[in-house]
């Protein structure tokens, strides 16, 4: 079965430093998310994007966080500066279609910022 | 805003018992909603997905249905096993957009 492949698994970061959490969506999906879950909280919505550019985003996606498709098989979260708080699980998902046939998540990367 | 309620918080059964967990939201406005698993420390796993047309959804020993008038989902599970063990989340869409909102939570634990 199709999966959505995350890397890294679990990544530790100084405050302040860039990271880019990467994914690999199921290769015919147009539809690409971002989402997070903080230790013992809700999973969040960060981002949609579709056909190269962001269709939604949260207000927890400001401007230290950005998404891109570099080229046809990868799909980035890149935080600019991170902060304590960017400590989290971030998921990655992808869809073919948005109304029919629900979203693929990936394993997800765990965020440890110290 | 779509906010989503999952009730109970926390279940433990002995095994083989047939349970339903319940997820309510607020709004009806929604394109779908899926049930997903999470194991501890790990991704999302989808389980089932009802559009906004359907009633219910089966997979083998797992039914969802969907009231979406009055904003309501149950998930039932037949013949619970201790494999069954997991967080169960109910995420439907928000009215007008595809992203997923998410509960809390059912922590299931299924004793042998």
């Known amino acids: 079965e199709p999966e959505v492949t995350q890397t890294p698994s679990h990544q530790v970061t100084q405050m302040g430093q860039e990271v880019i959490l990467r994914c690999v969506p199921i290769?015919?999906?147009?539809?690409f998310y971002w989402y997070r879950q903080i230790l013992g909280q809700k999973v969040e919505f960060l981002v949609s994007f579709y056909n190269n550019e962001i269709s939604e985003k949260s207000e927890i996606f400001d401007d230290q966080f950005s998404v891109e498709r570099p080229d046809g098989s990868n799909f980035t979260l890149k935080i600019r500066s991170t902060k304590l708080e960017d400590s989290a699980m971030y998921f990655c998902a992808s869809s073919d279609y948005r109304d029919f046939y629900g979203y693929t998540f990936g394993s997800g990367t765990r965020l440890t910022v110290v | 805003k779509q906010e989503v309620t999952q009730i109970p918080a926390a279940l433990s059964v002995p095994e083989g018992e047939n349970l339903v967990l319940n997820c309510s939201f607020t709004?009806?406005?929604?394109?779908?909603l899926q049930w997903f698993r999470q194991d501890p420390g790990k991704g999302l796993t989808s389980l089932l997905l009802?559009?906004?047309?359907?009633r219910e959804q089966t997979s083998g020993r797992l039914n969802a249905s969907l009231d979406k008038s009055s904003g309501r989902s149950t998930l039932y599970i037949a013949a619970s096993q201790p494999g069954d063990s997991a967080t169960y989340l109910c995420?439907?869409?928000?009215?007008?957009?595809?992203?997923?909102?998410f509960g809390k939570g059912t922590k299931l634990t299924v004793n042998p």
């Open positions: 290769s015919n999906h147009l539809y």
């Open positions: 709004d009806s406005a929604i394109y779908n």
């Open positions: 009802i559009q906004s047309s359907q």
């Open positions: 995420a439907p869409t928000e009215g007008g957009s595809e992203k997923l909102v």
